[in-house]
C-alpha cells in the first residue's frame, strides 16, 4: 500500500485489522500517541486529505493512496505554524503528551474557521487534556494570551520569576520530543535506543478476585508461532516486593511477588507471553490454560476486619512489615493529643458525620510502559515512564540480585503520573523477560490494563468536632477507613498522610485520630495527587463547614479563628509534632482574605436561570514542601567551553515543569540565560541519586541541590578569574558566556582551559516547610436535575516565591480540574471486585466543556528552605477543591453531600429526601 505522510512518500504492507496509529508508527512517524486505542482520547489525531481523525481507530487499508499529516508535518523547526508558536508561548501544555493531537485537531478548524471560543467545547470535546485545565489551551487557540511577566524579575534573562516556556516546547508541538515508545524518532541520544528487534510482553490476567491457581498448561501457547517464552510464577523470584517507591523501601509492605500462584484481585497478573508481535503474544495468553481453586473473598473493608473474614496475606512473614495479617490491616495509626471528651462537653455545638470518597484513577495519557535490554557490556537497560528511575533500579537489583552497577534505569519525557508512576507495574516484567530471553522487550499497558492496576484509595472518614460560643474548636476527632485494596503498595503512607496535615492545619487542645488501612479483594489503592489528604479533607472541612454554620459564623472567619499560626506545633495523626516540620513562612492569611475578597467582588456570571439555586463554599489546605522520612537529590553543575551550563539532576520531567524551573535557577545564580543551561535528568548512568519526582519535590529537594551547586560552581568560577586576572573579585561578574572585568569578557573556553570547573550538592529534604491553599466556589444547582454549575472558581496559593508564573498558575489549574472531576462525574465503578469501568468513556475525565476558569492568586511571602523563596505547589491545589465544592452544593441546596462524586443523580436524590434522612449529622446540644 502506497500513501503519503509529511510530505514523504511510504509504500508497506498492512496487516488485516490493523489501524492507522500502529502503521503510522511502524514507519517511523511517531507523532500520534497511544492515549486510547478506542477513539476517547485524540493523543493520535492526525489529518487523512485535510480531515482530523483519530487514527486509533482508523482502518490502515484506508490510508492507501492518502496524504496524511502529522504535527511533525505541519511545521518546521525553524518555522513552525502560528498555533504551534502560541502553544508554546502560551504554555498551553505540561506534560505534552496530548498536544501534538490537540494542534492537528486544531489546525483543522483554523482551516474551517471554527475556532470561535464558544464554539471549542464542541468542537475539541474528542480531545483530551488530563493536565492543563484547558485555560492556556483556549488562550493559544484564540491568541488571547494571558500569561505576560515581562515585568518579573529575572524576565530579561530567563531567571527566576520569569513565566519562561518548558525547555521542550518546540519539539513537543512538533510531536517530536520522545516519551518512552517513541524510539524512532531522530532528535534522540543513540544511547537510550534499544536494540533492533523487540519483543513484545503481553500478561495474561485473573478472572477471579481471589484463588489459587493449580495448574497453568502453556504448551498450546507455546506452538503459536512467534511465541519465544512464557513466564508464569515458576520463572519468577520468590523475592517479596512492594510496587510501591520509597526513598526508605521499608516504608511499604512487601507483600508482592512478579507473579504470585495466589491471585487477591480481578486483573491481577498470571502469567506473561514474549512474543515477536504484540498480536502473538495476545494469542499466547489465550491459549494459556490456568486452572484455579477458587478462593473466598471480601470487597467492603469493614467485612475484611470482622472475625472470620477472608486473610489475603496471611501467609506472609512479619519481615513484610504488614501491621495485622491476621485482621487484614495493612496499616494503622493511632495518635492523641489532649482529651476529645473534655473537648466535646466544653463545646456548645458538635457535629458528627461521615464521609465517603471513591476510586478514582490517574489518566495519565501515557500508560505505563518499558523496554528493557541489554547493551553492549551485558547490562540491563530499562527505558521507561517513571517517576522513580533511582528507586526502580534500587528494586529491580534487590529483586534480580544484581549490582546497581550493571543496571541502568532512565525517563524520556514522561506522560503524565500524579502519583501513579512513583509505583512499579512494567520494569520488573520487563527485566524477567529480558534476563531469561538475553532480547530486548517492551511492555506497555492499555487503558484497560491502567483501570485493572491501581487507583486512589477510597476511604470513609468519620468526623467529630466541637466548637465553643466564640467558634474555636474544643475538640476535633476523625476516625478513617482505608480500603488498600488486594495489596499494600502505598496503603502507610497515604493512611499516615492523609489524617496529617488535614488535622495539624488546625489548632485545638484535643485531637484524636485513628485510622486502618485494611486489605479487600479489589484492585489495589496507589498514590495518587495529594496522597490522602484530600480524601480526608472532604470530610473535616465539610464538618467544620456544618459547625460554622452551627455557631452562626462566616466560614472564612470561623477558619480565621481557628488555622495555625507561627509559632504553633503542627500536630496531626501521630499525636505530635513531626521535628523537623514548621512553620517558616506563613501566607495562609493572605490565602483566606485573597479567596474571600475575589468570592465578593464576583466575576460577573450568573445563573442560568432563576429557578437555580445558589450557593458559596470554600476550604483551606495545608501541605508539608517535602514529604517525611527521606527524600533527597544531588545536582552536578558544569561550565562548558562554549559558555553554556550543564546542569545533571535526577529529577523526571512529567510535566511538572521541573527541568524548566532547574534551568531558571542556574540562570539566576550564574548570571546566564536559561536557554544557555542544559539539563540532563532522569538516567541512573548520567546523574547522581535523586529520590524522585513526588510530593511536589522537584523544586524543593531537587531545585535546592540544583542552587547549591550552582552557587558552588559561581565560586569556582569567580576564584578562577581572580587567579588569572589578579584583580580583586569585587570587580568581576559572571554573564553569559564568562566573567566580565573591567570592560572586557574572561570567555568561559579560557577560564576552563585552567582545568573542568564542576560543582557538586546535595539536599537531603529536611527541614520542611508547609504550603497552604484556599479555594472557593459560587455554584448553581438545578433542584429538579441535580445538575451542578460552578459559577466562579477561585483559588488563593501561598507557593513562596513563585520561580516561574506560567507554570505555577498551570499547576494550580492543572490541579484544580483534576479535582472537580474527582468531586463530580469521575469514578472507577467496581461489582464484587470486577471493575466496570475500562474505558474513557465510560470514566469522564474533564473535557473543554467541563471546566471553568480558575482563578488563580498568589500569596506574597518568600520560604528560607527553598530555593530562592520557593515552596512547592504541584500537589497541593487539589486537595481543598472537593470540600470546597461540596460546601457550595451544601449552601445552596440545604443539604450536605456525604459521598463524593456529587452526580447530577446523587445531588437529586438528596434534593428529594427530608434533610434528617439524608445530613447524617447528629448535634451535641
Not at 509492605?253 to 480481578?266: A, H, M, S
Not at 517492551?442 to 492496576?453: I, K, M, S, V
Request: charged share 20%; aromatic share 4%; with cysteine.
Amino acid at each position: 500500500m502506497k500513501f503519503r505522510v509529511d510530505g514523504e512518500t511510504v509504500e508497506t504492507p498492512t496487516r488485516p485489522g490493523q489501524c492507522l496509529r500502529t502503521l503510522l508508527r511502524e514507519t517511523g512517524h511517531q507523532a500520534p500517541k497511544k492515549g486510547c486505542d478506542a477513539g476517547d482520547c485524540g493523543a493520535c489525531t492526525v489529518l487523512v486529505d485535510g480531515a482530523a481523525i483519530h487514527s486509533c481507530v482508523y482502518p490502515a487499508h484506508r490510508a492507501a493512496d492518502r496524504t496524511i499529516t502529522t504535527a511533525a508535518g505541519l511545521g518546521t523547526p525553524a518555522d513552525p505554524t502560528p498555533i504551534q508558536r502560541r502553544f508554546v508561548d502560551n504554555a498551553a501544555f505540561q506534560c505534552g503528551f496530548c498536544t501534538a493531537g490537540m494542534i492537528v485537531t486544531a489546525t483543522e478548524l483554523e482551516r474551517t474557521g471554527e475556532l470561535d471560543p464558544a464554539a471549542l467545547p464542541e468542537n475539541l470535546k474528542g480531545n483530551l487534556c488530563r493536565c492543563t485545565g484547558y485555560r492556556a489551551i483556549t488562550e493559544a487557540l484564540t491568541d488571547s494570551c494571558s500569561n505576560g511577566s515581562a515585568d518579573a524579575p529575572g524576565a530579561r534573562c530567563g531567571g527566576a520569576g520569569a513565566g519562561v516556556g518548558a525547555l521542550a516546547g518546540d519539539r513537543i508541538v512538533r510531536g517530536a520530543e520522545p516519551f518512552t515508545m517513541d524510539i524512532g524518532m531522530a532528535e534522540q541520544d543513540p544511547g537510550k535506543l534499544p536494540p533492533e528487534g523487540i519483543l513484545h510482553l503481553e500478561v495474561a490476567r485473573s478472572p477471579h478476585a481471589h484463588a489459587r491457581i493449580i495448574a497453568i498448561e502453556t504448551a498450546a501457547a507455546a506452538a503459536i508461532p512467534g511465541v519465544r517464552a512464557i513466564l508464569t510464577y515458576e520463572d519468577a523470584p520468590e523475592q517479596l516486593y512492594s510496587t510501591a517507591r520509597h526513598q526508605i523501601r521499608e516504608d511499604d509492605p512487601d507483600d508482592t511477588l512478579i507473579l504470585d500462584r495466589v491471585v487477591r484481585f480481578k486483573g491481577q497478573r498470571v502469567a506473561a507471553v514474549v512474543a515477536d508481535s504484540l498480536a502473538a503474544a495476545r494469542a499466547g495468553c489465550r491459549a494459556l490454560v490456568i486452572e484455579y481453586e477458587l478462593l473466598p473473598a471480601v470487597f467492603d473493608p469493614q467485612e475484611a476486619l470482622a472475625a472470620g473474614a477472608p486473610l489475603l496475606h496471611a501467609d506472609k512473614p512479619t519481615e513484610s512489615r504488614i501491621a495485622d495479617a491476621g485482621r487484614n490491616v495493612v496499616a494503622e495509626v493511632h495518635g492523641r493529643v489532649g482529651d476529645v471528651t473534655a473537648g466535646l462537653s466544653a463545646a456548645v455545638e458538635v457535629v458528627q458525620g461521615v464521609w465517603e470518597t471513591h476510586r478514582v484513577q490517574h489518566v495519565h495519557l501515557e500508560t505505563h510502559g518499558s523496554i528493557g535490554w541489554l547493551d553492549a557490556d551485558g547490562r540491563l537497560v530499562l527505558r521507561t515512564s517513571t517517576q522513580v528511575p533511582f528507586l526502580v533500579r534500587n528494586e529491580v537489583c534487590r529483586l534480580f540480585g544484581l549490582d546497581h552497577d550493571v543496571v541502568r534505569v532512565f525517563a524520556a519525557r514522561v506522560g503524565g503520573g500524579f502519583g501513579g508512576k512513583q509505583e512499579m507495574f512494567t520494569e520488573d516484567l520487563v527485566a524477567l523477560a529480558v534476563l531469561r530471553t538475553g532480547l530486548p522487550v517492551q511492555y506497555e499497558l492499555t487503558r484497560t490494563d491502567e483501570f485493572l492496576t491501581t487507583c486512589r484509595h477510597p476511604m470513609r472518614v468519620q468526623v467529630t468536632a466541637g466548637a465553643d460560643a466564640d467558634g474555636r474548636l474544643t475538640a476535633l476527632a476523625v476516625d478513617v477507613l482505608v480500603d488498600a485494596g488486594a495489596y499494600g503498595n502505598h496503603s502507610a503512607g497515604v493512611l499516615f498522610h492523609g489524617v496529617g496535615e488535614s488535622v495539624a492545619i488546625y489548632r485545638c487542645a484535643h485531637k484524636r485520630v485513628d485510622g486502618r488501612a485494611v486489605y479487600t479483594n479489589n484492585v489495589p489503592s496507589g498514590a495518587f495527587r495529594g496522597y490522602g489528604l484530600g480524601q480526608v479533607m472532604f470530610g473535616v472541612e465539610s464538618a467544620l463547614d456544618e459547625l460554622a454554620r452551627r455557631i452562626g459564623l462566616d466560614p472564612f472567619e470561623f477558619r480565621r479563628r481557628n488555622v495555625v499560626r507561627p509559632g504553633d506545633e503542627l500536630i496531626g495523626g501521630a499525636g505530635h509534632a513531626e521535628p523537623d516540620l514548621t512553620i517558616v513562612s506563613y501566607g495562609l492569611d493572605q490565602c483566606l482574605d485573597l479567596a474571600e475578597q475575589a468570592l465578593r467582588r464576583g466575576n460577573g456570571v450568573t445563573a442560568p436561570g432563576p429557578d437555580w439555586l445558589i450557593g458559596e463554599g470554600m476550604a483551606p489546605a495545608m501541605i508539608a514542601t517535602v514529604p517525611p522520612r527521606g527524600h533527597s537529590a544531588t545536582a552536578h553543575a558544569t561550565l562548558l567551553a562554549d559558555g553554556t551550563i550543564e546542569l545533571r539532576v535526577g529529577t523526571a520531567e512529567f510535566g511538572n515543569g521541573t527541568t524548566t524551573v532547574h534551568a531558571q535557577i542556574a540562570a539566576t545564580v550564574l548570571g546566564t540565560d536559561s536557554g544557555q543551561v542544559t539539563v540532563k535528568h532522569a538516567d541512573t548512568d548520567v546523574t547522581a541519586h535523586d529520590t524522585g519526582a513526588f510530593g511536589s519535590t522537584g523544586i524543593t529537594v531537587g531545585g535546592r541541590a540544583t542552587h547549591a551547586a550552582c552557587e558552588e560552581l559561581r565560586t569556582l568560577v569567580l576564584r578562577r578569574a581572580v587567579a588569572r586576572t589578579g584583580l580583586p573579585a569585587t570587580l568581576h561578574t559572571l554573564e553569559p558566556g564568562g566573567v566580565r572585568v573591567q570592560g572586557r569578557l574572561l570567555t568561559a573556553a579560557q577560564l576552563v582551559a585552567d582545568g573542568e570547573l564542576t560543582a557538586t550538592a546535595t539536599h537531603d529534604g529536611t527541614p520542611r516547610s508547609v504550603a497552604f491553599n484556599v479555594h472557593a466556589f459560587r455554584v448553581a444547582v438545578h433542584p429538579n436535575t441535580g445538575e451542578i454549575r460552578i459559577l466562579q472558581s477561585v483559588q488563593a496559593a501561598d507557593a513562596g516565591t513563585v520561580l516561574n508564573p506560567v507554570q505555577c498558575r498551570g499547576q494550580v489549574e492543572g490541579g484544580v480540574a483534576q479535582a472537580i472531576g474527582s468531586a463530580l462525574y469521575e469514578n472507577i465503578h467496581t461489582h464484587d471486585g470486577d471493575v466496570t469501568t475500562k474505558t474513557l468513556r465510560h470514566y469522564h475525565i474533564p473535557q473543554f466543556s467541563d471546566i471553568p476558569p480558575t482563578e488563580a492568586l498568589f500569596a506574597e511571602t518568600a520560604d528560607p528552605l527553598g530555593p530562592l523563596g520557593a515552596k512547592s505547589m504541584s500537589e497541593s491545589p487539589y486537595n481543598p477543591v472537593a470540600p470546597a465544592l461540596a460546601n457550595a452544593v451544601r449552601d445552596a441546596i440545604g443539604v450536605r453531600p456525604h459521598r463524593l462524586p456529587m452526580s447530577a443523580d446523587r445531588v437529586w436524590r438528596l434534593l428529594q429526601d427530608t434533610p434528617a434522612q439524608v445530613v447524617n449529622l447528629s448535634s451535641g446540644r
